[in-house]
């Protein structure tokens, strides 16, 4: 090789170079945001600033190549991952921490959800439009400072935590039933949710948007199979791998069970039906019976 000895030096330059970055600089970096990060511009700011120290050691690297008189061409070939990934990580996931302690002071207003409702609330419950609120002011600020990629996995953090408070609050002793119209309530609130999501593609992509819609997949799913009309094809291993599969079988019967109590109405016309039971109360209690079998 023509370049063979200047390969060797860089070599050995790269190897220092890559302990320096990934094990002294990465740990210091980690130490300063495991406590110095005390608000959410603050952790956004860093999250922002390590977008930038990623593109600093690509640079580091290249410039060491070129003083080793090495063609840029061999170092792109043999580019290392990103040397500080544990402290970009760690500020993504202060940053994520820090939005979720502030979603979950407006999803404790889930609390004033009527689930004993009687006709389903067309726009919304009130904890859900608090959260868009947020979620939309927040947006207006990090799409300024933060990377697309990184404003898209911070939020997709965000958004899956709140799908698992809503799946929580449904399994929740604090919940011991609901209505039907309850359900299609939430149905609404998620559809906002999504809404919020699909909304954010000309900051990302219709791609990434349609990524950020997936962190809400385990309360969409557990949604629309209470809505089903048929929810015994959650058996269908077809089906549920097609259209449940976030889904845990556990929580679907504890769920589930909240909401079959025929003296708690959960079908609109079942009272007026006489001893006819509602094909959908029918399906929804074998599903509940079968998975209790396999339990």
């Known amino acids: 090789m023509s370049y063979g000895g200047q390969l060797d030096f860089f070599d050995v ?78 500020a993504e996931d202060t940053l994520s921490g820090l939005l979720k302690q502030k979603v979950d002071g407006f999803m404790t ?17 009130e904890y859900v439009n608090e959260v868009i609120i947020y979620l939309e002011t927040l947006v207006s600020t990090a799409q300024q400072i933060l990377p697309p990629q990184v404003l898209k996995r911070v939020l997709q953090d965000v958004l899956s935590h709140i799908s698992e408070k809503i799946i929580g609050a449904l399994l929740g002793d604090t919940v011991k ?8 309530g939430i149905d609404v609130d998620i559809r906002l949710l999504e809404s919020f ?26 949604v629309n199979l209470l809505l089903s009309n048929h929810p015994e094809n959650f058996l269908n291993p077809v089906i549920r791998e097609r259209s449940y599969n976030t889904l845990d079988y556990r929580k679907v019967v504890l769920i589930s069970e909240k909401l079959r109590d025929p003296s ?10 006489g001893s006819r039971q509602n094909p959908q109360k029918k399906s929804l209690d074998a599903l509940i019976k079968r998975l209790k079998d396999v339990s």
């Open 13 to 90: 330059v790269k190897k220092y170079l890559d302990r320096l970055l990934s094990e002294v600089l990465d740990g210091a970096l980690l130490k300063l945001i495991s406590t110095s990060i005390h608000g959410v511009s603050q952790a956004m700011q860093v999250a922002a600033n390590m977008a930038v120290m990623e593109r600093a050691c690509d640079f580091f690297f290249r410039h060491a190549a070129q003083l080793s008189g090495v063609p840029l061409r061999m170092v792109e070939r043999g580019r290392r991952q990103f040397p500080l990934c544990k402290a970009r990580d760690a």
């Open 109 to 125: 207003l889930i609390e004033n959800v009527n689930w004993m409702a009687d006709e389903p609330w067309p726009n919304g419950n």
């Open 177 to 184: 039933r609901f209505t039907v119209h309850a359900i299609m």
């Open 197 to 222: 999501a699909d909304n954010q593609a000309p900051l990302l992509s219709d791609e990434e948007a349609n990524q950020l819609k997936t962190a809400l997949a385990e309360s969409r799913q557990l």
């Open 264 to 273: 708690e109405r959960r079908f609109g016309t079942f009272g007026s039906r």
